[in-house]
């Protein structure tokens, strides 16, 4: 029997395109705009750049508070650095509605074979999905540390670091980073630590992701205070919520009121008077900003609501460690996942040679914070000095050679790039024909291709009118 999915969605908010002339013409800032990366803006005195692909409503001012530089797309640039978009692609506007004449239909067959077709051109597609495939949360919440039915991957986690040598890596760690929710957190994940060859090399790569996780944890989360007599890499897992931050702060908040594709998406909770909640930096990751707390719910729940509407949980509970599992492996196109540099999946084209993207501990540095504490010829950088020790002693702790060829640092590196052999695209986008489908697109979207099921989101939001006719399943 067929059935009829007929749709019911709102006109997409308009992306602008930027012609060759508006690429050449001083540009000031502009809400109603989508930047490509590269362009340079002005913006209330200064002067921005965009890292990346940058949607409508993301404006400079998220610079200033962003708790990392990789929370925004924008970086201060020189003054003086002339304004104007260099020439790349151009993003076609979206037709205005209008009447949509007859109605059309789709084969929903077809439209899956579409799909497929269009992730099969790209072979890093398929690793990559199961990569991140998750656990469903009932059997999260069941984890316990020694239960015998815990997932394969927690019990390997658990024959390498166990409930006491957790306590003395972490020993000032704050109490909701728990052994326990350690646990569930990599127990969402069932590719970290998971299965490889053999039994022995599952067990190498899973000792040398713990320790390249910890080193970045220590960094991101750490005391720093060398007067302790606990060693600078064993003050991990301090702080659970920004410095000076509380539940009532009123901050990370500035874009929710916009409307545009991204509220669209990942709509800001609201307190009962009215005010948006607060996105700032919360657990292992300090996830911040509601454009990662929704693709993180998404992931954790298949609803990017949940977290929207209660961010405390990000602190709370066990996704404050399953919040830097998440980062880990998810990619971030155009870099790789830190799981596929560390478990040898990335493997560098020339590209990324000539940049000098190597394998080993620097690249994840690069992949975590590069634009910041990577580059240049000169010393390395101390933040990224600081991850280099740190790796080397978890990586003595757990039993990790480090093979004195393996690049550690990143001085001499170079951004990642559209060359790179991670340059995958990962989200959907109108094809901007008049044939119902989607494109894969690097810059971000609200429909990920990593997710089943959003490329027919994306057919239904790009082609309203459409008609999907449901041949797949049966009564």
């Not at 989508?34 to 362009?39: H, I, K, L």
């Not at 394998?359 to 540095?365: D, E, L, M, N, W």
């Amino acid at each position: 029997m067929k059935r009829y999915i007929r749709n019911a969605i709102t006109p997409a908010v308009l992306i602008i395109a930027f012609s060759h002339t508006q690429a050449a013409r001083a540009l000031d800032y502009d809400p109603a705009y989508a930047y490509p990366a590269g362009c340079v803006v002005s913006w209330k005195a200064q002067v921005f750049k965009a890292k990346w692909w940058t949607g409508p409503g993301h404006t400079p001012d998220e610079v200033a508070n962003a708790a990392n530089p990789w929370d925004t797309s924008w970086e201060i640039a020189a003054q003086g650095t002339p304004t104007g978009c260099p020439n790349e692609q151009a993003v076609p506007p979206e037709p205005a509605p209008g009447d949509p004449g007859e109605p059309r239909q789709v084969l929903l067959s077809t439209l899956l074979a579409d799909e497929s077709r269009l992730a099969a051109a790209f072979p890093m597609m398929d690793p990559v999905r199961r990569s991140i495939r998750t656990l469903d949360n009932a059997s999260v919440e069941a984890v316990q540390p020694m239960r015998k039915h815990n997932p394969a991957n927690v019990r390997r986690v658990e024959a390498i670091v166990d409930a006491a040598k957790f306590g003395y890596l972490f020993p000032l760690r704050a109490p909701e980073y728990s052994y326990n929710n350690f646990l569930k957190g990599m127990a969402k994940f069932p590719a970290v630590c998971g299965e490889y060859a053999t039994p022995d090399e599952s067990e190498a790569i899973c000792r040398k992701t713990l320790a390249t996780m910890f080193a970045h944890v220590a960094q991101e989360t750490g005391a720093h205070e060398a007067w302790r007599p606990e060693p600078e890499y064993r003050q991990g897992l301090v702080y659970v919520r920004e410095m000076g931050m509380t539940e009532q702060s009123d901050s990370y908040n500035g874009g929710c009121g916009d409307v545009n594709w991204a509220t669209e998406a990942w709509p800001c909770g609201k307190w009962a008077d009215g005010r948006f909640k607060s996105y700032f930096g919360r657990g292992a990751k300090q996830l911040s900003y509601h454009f990662n707390y929704g693709p993180f719910s998404d992931a954790m729940f298949g609803d990017a609501t949940v977290l929207l509407d209660a961010p405390e949980r990000v602190a709370d509970t066990w996704l404050n460690l399953a919040s830097a599992v998440f980062f880990y492996a998810y990619p971030q196109p155009p870099k790789p996942s830190m799981l596929h540099i560390i478990d040898g999946t990335w493997h560098p084209n020339a590209a990324d040679i000539a940049d000098g993207r190597l394998p080993g501990f620097g690249v994840t540095t690069m992949v975590i914070n590069g634009g910041v504490e990577c580059g240049g010829t000169g010393p390395e950088h101390a933040a990224s000095a600081n991850r280099i020790s740190y790796y080397r002693a978890f990586a003595a702790t757990l039993g990790v050679p480090v093979d004195e060829r393996e690049t550690l640092g990143c001085r001499n590196m170079k951004e990642f790039t559209e060359a790179s052999a991670a340059a995958l695209p990962i989200y959907w986008e109108n094809n901007w024909t008049t044939t119902p489908g989607c494109k894969l697109v690097a810059y971000q979207t609200a429909f990920s291709a990593l997710k089943a099921g959003d490329y027919l989101q994306c057919v239904r939001k790009a082609f309203p009118e459409v008609e999907i006719v449901d041949d797949v399943s049966r009564d």
